[in-house]
């Protein structure tokens, strides 16, 4: 059933003021199906990639249920607990929260790391209502006995799939075993790897399942195309593109830290000005390099998938896939970062001949080609039962040793 508006889901009247006052109209698919079953109290295994609206989905109808309980928080406690992977994350779903919850009084605090305790601290201690945080930094909060989660009727874990794979699934285990047994939890993942799953099975409540589907997130307004080049020529490549001027705010994606400093590094020495974003930057760097990229006085930012997630710019005219991702998911989510609040939005990946099988399977999950810029690549199909003959002055294939799957991406990092 398709929803016209927010008004025929059932939220509170000061929900829909504060959602009107942002000038929101439709809900999305996502949130047409997720908000009515958590006002009704039903955990959530939901997977959806960015752009689709879930921060809304759940923020929404957290805000509501706070509001008919009408309970006070008791001083170094939460009423809700919002766990995200990454700081950018955590700090979006603050605002979120602020311009959804504006009509209502409602406590907040976001807990990571990166940043001096002693805030963190005494917030903690007055009690809140609602607890963004980051699983390591919480932990060591709670250790201490700064705050206690005995009194949290809420669970929403975001990006699942990301806390994985930044190793935070055990510390997440810790966590959710620290809560009441009778709450509310809600988990949301991109993607559902075993782990993820299994995760799933151990902190959710007979679950409703929400899934939109990644062909939705990469939509017609974004064009897509692909630009067949060596991997030693993607730099100077990347400059070129750079240079025109249709090219007003851009997103560049590497696959590891180490290659975006080298890109923004060899960007400088073109007279190009760009910052990187990623796990090794500080916190004050992060937050600062986001912010001239939301406000226009940054053009261009590096990135890597981990710190991307909480980029929440409106007007990002392309992504760059310096490096194609190793999970095709991976792409959908990065050309996300484009064509957002109805705009339009052109996704550039640059391809070496070592990451066409990536290609291809991007290709396979979003049902389409990506459209080729410039020469197609010349792929050696060996027929059966021949033996390639070796290049002059190279060992004959056979006497090579064989590389493991991955290791390239690996010794990269």
């Known amino acids: 059933m398709t929803v016209s508006n927010f008004a025929d889901l059932g939220l509170s009247d000061r929900l829909l003021r504060a959602l009107d006052d942002a000038q ?10 997720a908000i009515p079953l958590l006002l009704d109290g039903k955990d959530i295994l939901g997977i959806a ?22 309970d006070r928080t008791k001083p170094g406690s939460t009423r809700a607990l919002v766990l995200a992977p990454t700081r950018e994350l955590a700090l979006q779903i603050s605002d979120s929260i602020k311009t959804y919850g504006r009509h209502q009084r409602v406590r907040q605090a976001v807990v990571m790391g990166g940043v001096s305790k002693r805030p963190q601290v005494e917030t903690l201690r007055r009690g809140v209502d609602i607890l963004i945080a980051t699983p390591g930094r919480l932990l060591d909060l709670i250790n201490q006995r700064c705050t206690t989660l005995s009194e949290c009727k809420y669970l929403i874990l975001d990006e699942a799939d990301r806390m994985f794979d930044m190793g935070f699934i055990r510390d997440v285990r810790k966590i959710s075993a620290m809560l009441p047994k009778d709450r509310q ?16 099975g151990e902190v959710l ?46 997103i560049v994606f590497t696959r590891t830290k180490h290659r975006a400093d080298q890109v923004v590094k060899h960007l400088a020495r073109t007279s190009i000005v760009a910052e990187a974003i990623h796990g090794n930057k500080s916190q004050n760097a992060r937050q600062r390099a986001l912010a001239n990229f939301k406000k226009g006085r940054l053009r261009i930012l590096v990135a890597t998938d ?20 190793n999970e095709p998911e991976s792409y959908v989510h990065r050309i996300g970062r484009t064509a957002r609040a109805g705009a339009a939005g052109i996704a550039i990946s640059l391809c070496d001949p070592a990451e066409l099988s990536h290609l291809r399977a991007i290709e396979r999950l979003i049902k389409r080609p990506l459209k080729v810029v410039g020469e197609k690549p010349v792929e050696f199909k060996q027929a059966p039962g021949s033996q390639a003959k070796p290049r002059p002055g190279k060992p004959a294939s056979g006497s090579r040793r064989r590389r493991r799957p991955g290791r390239t991406d690996r010794r990269a990092a």
């Open 24 to 33: 929101y109209k439709t809900p999305t698919p996502i949130q047409q199906q």
């Open 185 to 200: 939890t809600l988990l949301f993942s991109a993607t559902m790897p075993a782990e993820v799953a299994v995760l799933a």
């Open 306 to 325: 981990i710190a991307s997630r909480g980029i929440d710019v409106d007007d990002v005219t392309h992504v760059i896939n310096f490096e194609l991702p």
């Open 49 to 70: 990639q960015t752009g689709t609206g879930k921060t809304a989905a759940f923020t929404l109808p957290l805000l509501h249920h706070l509001e008919a309980d009408g």
């Open 205 to 250: 409540n007979r679950p409703e399942r929400v899934q939109i589907a990644a062909k939705t997130v990469a939509v017609e307004r974004i064009e897509q195309r692909v630009h067949h080049i060596a991997a030693v020529a993607k730099r100077a490549h990347l400059a070129k593109l750079l240079e025109s001027p249709d090219m007003a705010k851009v």
